[in-house]
C-alpha cells in the first residue's frame, strides 16, 4: 500500500490530467483479480461459454446505463458497496465504513467536483438530491470509520482511504481505494490459496484482453470516436458481472 499511495499522492501533485490517468491504471490494474473463474478451492481460466455469458450480461448491463444512466450509476455504486464490505475484513463497522467510503467519501469531501465527473461520464447534469444521498453515505462511512478507529486507531486502510477521498481527485482516490483495499488483498489471498502460477494461468488470458479493450476504448474517446458516456456504460456493464458472480473464497 505504501508505494500506492506515494504514486497516488505524486500524481496529484503533477495535476488533473495524470491524477485521471493514475486512477484509471488503479482501476485496470485491479481487473486482475476478478479474471479467474475461483471455485471449489481451485482457480482456472473461465470456459468459453463462462466468458460468453460474462460478456453478454456485462453488454446488458451497458444497455441499462444507455438507457437509464442515473439508475444504472445508482445500482453500480450501491453493488460496490456490497462487494466492498463483504470482500473487507475485521469489524462489520470496518467492512461498512470501507465500503461508504470507497463509494462517497468524494461526494462528501468534493461534492461539486465529483458531480462534474458524474455529469461528464454520464452526459447528463447530476440531481443535487441525487448527490446529497451520495454525500451522506459517504458520511455514514466517516462515522463508521471513527467509530472502528476508535477501536483499532492503527489501520492504515481507513486512515489512507480517507484521507485520499478528502485530498485526491476523485477518480483517483476511487481508484486507489479499489486497488489498495480490495483488488490487491483479494488477490494475495488468491496466490497465497493457489500459487502464482496457477493465478497466473488462470488470470492472465482473460487480463490481457481486458486491458487491450481498455486501451482501445481510451483510444476511440481519445481521438473522438467513441462519445465517453458510452464508454463508461461500457466499463461500468463489464465490471458488474463479477460483483455479482465472485464467490471470495478465503
Known amino acids: ?25 488503479f482501476f485496470l490494474a485491479g481487473t486482475a483479480h476478478g479474471a479467474g473463474d475461483e471455485q471449489g478451492g481451485t482457480i482456472r481460466p473461465w470456459n468459453v461459454i463462462g466468458a460468453a455469458g460474462y460478456v453478454v450480461a456485462g453488454l446488458a448491463v451497458a444497455a441499462l446505463f444507455v438507457a437509464a444512466p442515473l439508475a444504472g450509476l445508482t445500482l453500480f455504486l450501491l453493488l460496490s458497496a456490497w462487494h466492498f464490505a463483504r470482500s473487507t475484513g475485521g469489524t462489520r463497522a470496518r467492512q461498512v465504513a470501507f465500503a461508504l467510503s470507497a463509494v462517497g467519501g468524494s461526494a462528501l469531501w468534493q461534492t461539486g467536483r ?12 447530476i440531481p443535487g438530491v441525487w448527490m446529497t444521498g451520495l454525500a451522506i453515505l459517504g458520511g455514514a462511512g466517516l462515522l463508521l470509520a471513527a467509530w472502528a478507529l476508535g477501536k483499532r486507531w492503527r489501520d492504515p486502510l481507513l486512515w489512507s482511504v480517507l484521507a485520499a477521498t478528502a485530498l485526491l481527485h476523485p477518480v483517483l482516490a476511487v481508484g486507489f481505494a479499489f486497488l489498495a483495499g480490495h483488488a490487491l488483498p483479494m488477490q494475495q489471498a488468491q496466490v497465497r490459496r493457489h500459487g502464482w502460477r496457477a493465478v497466473l494461468a488462470a488470470q492472465g488470458p482473460t487480463t490481457a484482453l481486458a486491458v487491450l479493450g481498455a486501451a482501445a476504448i ?29 464467490r471470495l473464497e478465503r
Do not use: C, N, Y
Not at 114 to 125: D, K, N
Open 1 to 25: 500500500m505504501p508505494f500506492i499511495l506515494l504514486a497516488a499522492v505524486a500524481a496529484q501533485l503533477a495535476g488533473g490530467g495524470a491524477a485521471i490517468a493514475l486512477g484509471l491504471a
Open 114 to 125: 465529483t458531480e462534474a465527473i458524474f455529469a461528464a461520464v454520464l452526459g447528463m447534469p
Open 218 to 246: 481510451a483510444a476511440l474517446v481519445l481521438t473522438g470516436h467513441l462519445a465517453l458516456p458510452l464508454a463508461a456504460a461500457l466499463a461500468f456493464g463489464m465490471a458488474t458481472p463479477h460483483m455479482l458472480s465472485e
